[in-house]
């Protein structure tokens, strides 16, 4: 019963360098979330997808790219890291929009420093 | 100012005490209301969801909206040193997907 898997759960990078961060999940779930969690923030979203193929910007896409070639995968890119995007990130899926009460599923996080 | 507040705490009591935590919020139009709790190093579960206003009863935990206040409550009876936690509220309006979160309240339960 694995849900949602995200990869790495660590990584430090240098300013500039780039990382993919990987999410899988196995419930078949249309809807794939990228969020990032700061000290004091809250959860911001970065980017979504409403299915396969298809990617849209949340609250705070500046300075990633996403894709989601297959249902079950969304890939956060950081193609030029800078230390403001040192951050826990999470993935998270749901079976419908979040616009009602639908249930997110989150995977256990990715903890990204970039010094 | 943020859409939604929340004290992130830390909030420290004993065990068997019952917890209360609050978010408040402006925008009139959210109509959901969820509570997330999040354990140290995992990602957010789901505790529990309301809609509109009024109160849900889930065993010890009770969700609590006053929309005319714009402020949400969420009660934890005879509290355990496993909800320990971080508490996070989240709400979301029917015109479109994103929930809007809450900083999240740190609770620490003492034996």
């Known amino acids: 019963n694995a849900g949602v898997t995200q990869t790495p759960k660590f990584r430090v990078l240098k300013t500039g360098q780039s990382m993919t961060l990987l999410c899988a999940q196995d419930m078949n779930h249309e809807y794939m979330y990228w969020y990032r969690q700061d000290p004091g923030m809250g959860l911001r979203l970065i980017h979504y997808s409403v299915g396969e193929g298809t990617t849209a910007k949340g609250e705070v896409p500046d300075g990633y790219n996403v894709s989601r070639l297959k249902k079950q995968n969304f890939l956060l890119g950081l193609e030029s890291a800078a230390p403001s995007q040192t951050s826990v990130y999470f993935c998270?899926?749901?079976?419908?929009?979040?616009?009602?009460?639908?249930?997110?599923?989150f995977g256990s996080g990715t903890q990204l420093s970039v010094l | 100012q943020k859409e939604v507040e929340q004290d992130p705490g830390p909030l420290s009591v004993p065990e068997g005490a019952i917890v209360s935590l609050n978010c408040t919020y402006s925008n009139s139009a959210f109509q959901y209301f969820m509570w997330y709790r999040q354990y140290s190093r995992k990602g957010p579960e789901l505790l529990m969801y309301t809609y509109s206003s009024g109160n849900k009863e889930d065993g010890r935990f009770t969700a609590q909206v006053d929309k005319s206040s714009k402020y949400i409550s969420l009660f934890i009876r005879d509290s355990q040193p496993s909800d320990s936690a971080t508490y996070l509220c989240a709400m979301s309006a029917r015109s479109n997907y994103q929930l809007i979160w809450g900083a999240g309240t740190k609770l620490i339960i003492k034996p």
């Open positions: 998270a899926s749901s079976r419908a929009s979040t616009g009602t009460n639908e249930k997110l599923f």
